[in-house]
Structure formats: structure tokens, C-alpha cells
């Protein structure tokens, strides 16, 4: 087999495998591909220059493109230009972190909810595909004001399929071709899409037959106000929207919750200091209330985001040079894939201590500082994600909820390992027992 077969190989299989450990000491590690430089970036400034100073120039790869645009169309995550500018204005505010206190009563509503049906099962469950409806139900709820009890089993089936998995691991020609030369198996993606728009559109019908208010309630009236103008193509890229959110704003909290879940179950200790720390957390307040107790969940928020230091759920950020350049110091020809890998970035061991070590307490008050640039679980610079915030409120939420209710622990001992299916998912889903406290 040769170096290209095996660097495909890994790229289908688990993209996770793709660099060698000295990857996880050097600043900048390159290899080529199918003819093209592929640059891997762990130094601060170049990830500085690549995501920010010079982020005009490095784009979205077609193959990355190809691979999303199944699921979210031409929604946030793929526009450019003046159409991004446009969505990101209407998206962003609903989303800032002035607007999470609002956020979090529906969220709060949803994750007691879940407890208590938590409760009610027998024996050990699969606490991933259970935080996924935790998740996607929190999203409805929040963002668009319904349920997605209607709709949960279609997403989870439609996403968790075996198509959807085997069409987001690209082959040859999806890498090679440009995105407006169909490949082979962009016909497959092409009916994938269409089953999947058509729920999200069906999602859309239900959440439109609720009674009008005067003022927007969430982000579905914002997005419905923004497109009203754009006619036909502004229907479209409501559908587009929608189905970003949901996707966006599901599955990544979903696996945070997960990977939270597999540390603190192999860690006692932790455990038990969360479960002290929300002892006296009440869900039914307001806002007000809720924000301020999110403001006392220190160790769980340092928790949620050591989970997502490990396992960041967009494990990989690829950008193609469309001119060449100098970044920091270093030769990118035109058309190089460059990467910023938060998998290796944040176990870099050289600007991590014991990267491989679960410690919420570098995240605490007071621990040393890292770099800004160190730590990239969602992103960085104008492609920032827009969800950060409430992302990171709603996984400390639940997580605080889940401690205060339940010990949790793994039914087996066997390891779960990280791949890379567009996020980062285990290589299965070992079941849990959560026994009340």
C-alpha cells in the first residue's frame, strides 16, 4: 500500500490517525496528498494568521463543503460574503451572552424533563443517544419555541443512519473534484438531502401553525423576518437555517455531554465534588435566577470545558490557500489544505502540561494561563461559532442537573475511542447506569 493509500485509508476510516506523535511537539508538520501540500498549524501565530488576520484568503475545502452541504444547504456554516454577513447579523444576537438567560429557561424546563424520564427507566441506557434527545429537545425548545418529540426519532434516524455515515467519509474523487463537479456519490447525498430538508421543513410547518405574537419570540421569528424579503430563495435559505441550528445545536452539546459523562464516570472524586457543588441548584426559577446559578457552577463549567479540551467535538479545522502565502514565517503555496487540529492543538505538549490528563483545574480561577490560542473548541476569529455561549451554559446546566440527580457509572470498562465523523464520536456507545442519589 502506498503513503497516499494508507493517507486515505486513515481520512475514511478515522481522521484522528492522520498525524504522527511528533506532530503533538512540532509548531508546524506538513505532508503531501494527492499532489498538494497539507500543512498542519500549531503554532499561536499561524493560527492567529490562518483563522483571523488572513482568513480572506483561507477557505472552506470542497471536500468539506461537499460532505456538509447535505445537511445544512447554504445555512451559516457554508455562506460567504455578503450572504454570511446577513445571516450572521440576524443569528448572532439571539445568541450572545445577553440572551442566555433567556435561553436557559426553556433549557431548564427540557433538562428536568429529561431527568425525570431518566428516573423512570430500568437498568443501564445508552446515555449517548439519550443526551442527543436531550440536546435536540433543549434546541427546539430554546430556539424555536416547540417540542422535538414529534421529530426526534426522524432526526436522530436520518443523522445517526448508516448513509449519512458512509457519505460524510469522503472518497478520491471527493477530494479531488471541485464542489461544482459532482462526484459519484454526490447523487446519494443529493436524496439524503432531500429526506432530510423535507423533515426540516416539516419541523418548519409546525413551528409556523403556532399562534402569532406581536414582538419575535426566538431566533425562528428573526430568521422568518429575515428571509420574508428574499421572496422564493429566502424560504430556501429559512429551510437552510433551521436545519444548521438544529444540527449545530444539538449534536455538538450532545457529544460534550457524553465525553463529560465517560471522564467523571471514571473519576469518583469529581464526581462527587460536582454533585456538592449543585446540590442546591432549583431549575424552576427565571432567567435571573438561572443565570446566577450558573455564575456558582465554577467546577462544572471547568469540567464541561476540560471535556471539551479532549474531545473537542469539531476535532479538525481544514482551510485551502487560495493564493500563496507567507503564514508566520512559513511557505503555503497556493491551493495547500491547511489545518488547525483542535485534537492535537489541545494535546500539544508543548503548550499543555500532561495533555492527556483529565484536570478540570486548569480552567479553574486562578490556574495558569494558556494560550488564547491554545484552546479552540469552537473555533476562532470572524467563523467563530455563534453558539459558543449558550452551548457552553446549556452543557454546564445539564451536566450540573444530571450530577445533582443521579451517580453515574460505566456498565463495562472497556476503552471508547474517538472518531471523526464530521464530529467527534465514540467508536461506540457503551451503556451507563445512573442510580439516584
Not at 495533555?355 to 495558569?368: I, M, N, Q, V, W
Request: some cysteine.
Amino acid at each position: 500500500m502506498t503513503d497516499q493509500d494508507e493517507t486515505l485509508r486513515v481520512m475514511r476510516t478515522n481522521p484522528l490517525g492522520l498525524w504522527p506523535d511528533s506532530a503533538y511537539d512540532a509548531m508546524v508538520a506538513r505532508r503531501e496528498f494527492l499532489g498538494r501540500s497539507l500543512i498542519l498549524v500549531n503554532a499561536p501565530e499561524m493560527i492567529r494568521h490562518v483563522l483571523i488576520t488572513r482568513n480572506d484568503i483561507y477557505r472552506r475545502t470542497s471536500t468539506a463543503i461537499r460532505l456538509l452541504r447535505p445537511l445544512i444547504g447554504r445555512g451559516l456554516l457554508l455562506s460567504e460574503s455578503a450572504l454570511w454577513q446577513r445571516q450572521r447579523r440576524v443569528i448572532a444576537p439571539t445568541l450572545a451572552p445577553r440572551a442566555i438567560p433567556t435561553l436557559m429557561v426553556p433549557a431548564a424546563a427540557a433538562i428536568d424533563a429529561w431527568c425525570d424520564a431518566q428516573a423512570a427507566l430500568p437498568g443501564p441506557i445508552d446515555l449517548l443517544r439519550s443526551l442527543q434527545g436531550l440536546a435536540l429537545e433543549i434546541a427546539a425548545r430554546s430556539m424555536f419555541s416547540i417540542s422535538a418529540v414529534p421529530f426526534a426519532q426522524s432526526v436522530r434516524a436520518l443523522i445517526g443512519s448508516a448513509t449519512i455515515i458512509g457519505l460524510s467519509k469522503p472518497d478520491y474523487l471527493d477530494m479531488v473534484l471541485p464542489v461544482r463537479v459532482p462526484a459519484p456519490r454526490d447523487l446519494r447525498r443529493w436524496w439524503f438531502q432531500r429526506r432530510w430538508m423535507g423533515l426540516i421543513s416539516r419541523m418548519i410547518a409546525a413551528r409556523e401553525a403556532a399562534p402569532a405574537t406581536g414582538a419575535p419570540r426566538d431566533l425562528f421569528d428573526l430568521l422568518r423576518t429575515a428571509s420574508a424579503a428574499d421572496g422564493a430563495g429566502g424560504r430556501r435559505q429559512l429551510r437552510d437555517e433551521v436545519a444548521t441550528m438544529i444540527i449545530a445545536g444539538h449534536e455538538t452539546t450532545a457529544l460534550t455531554l457524553f465525553w463529560a459523562c465517560v471522564l467523571v464516570a471514571d473519576h469518583p472524586q469529581t464526581q462527587a465534588r460536582l454533585a456538592a457543588e449543585a446540590a442546591t441548584l432549583d431549575l424552576a426559577g427565571d432567567g435571573a435566577v438561572l443565570a446566577a446559578a450558573l455564575e456558582r457552577l465554577v467546577f462544572t463549567r471547568a469540567v464541561v470545558q476540560e471535556a471539551l479540551r479532549l474531545y473537542p467535538p469539531a476535532a479538525m479545522i481544514t482551510r485551502r490557500a487560495t493564493i500563496a502565502d507567507d503564514c508566520a514565517g512559513v511557505d503555503v503555496p497556493k491551493g495547500a489544505t491547511v489545518m488547525v487540529a483542535p485534537w492535537v492543538l489541545h494535546r500539544h505538549r508543548s503548550l499543555w502540561h500532561a495533555p492527556e490528563r483529565f484536570d478540570p483545574g486548569r480552567f479553574l480561577p486562578g490556574a495558569a494561563p494558556y494560550d488564547r490560542f491554545a484552546y479552540l473548541p469552537f473555533g476562532a476569529g470572524p467563523r467563530v461559532c455563534v453558539g459558543a455561549q449558550f452551548a457552553l451554559a446549556e452543557s454546564t446546566l445539564a451536566l450540573a442537573t444530571l450530577m445533582q440527580r443521579f451517580a453515574i457509572s460505566r456498565v463495562d470498562s472497556d476503552p471508547v475511542h474517538a472518531v471523526v465523523v464530521l464530529t467527534t464520536h465514540p467508536n461506540r456507545a457503551p451503556l451507563f447506569r445512573l442510580t439516584s442519589r
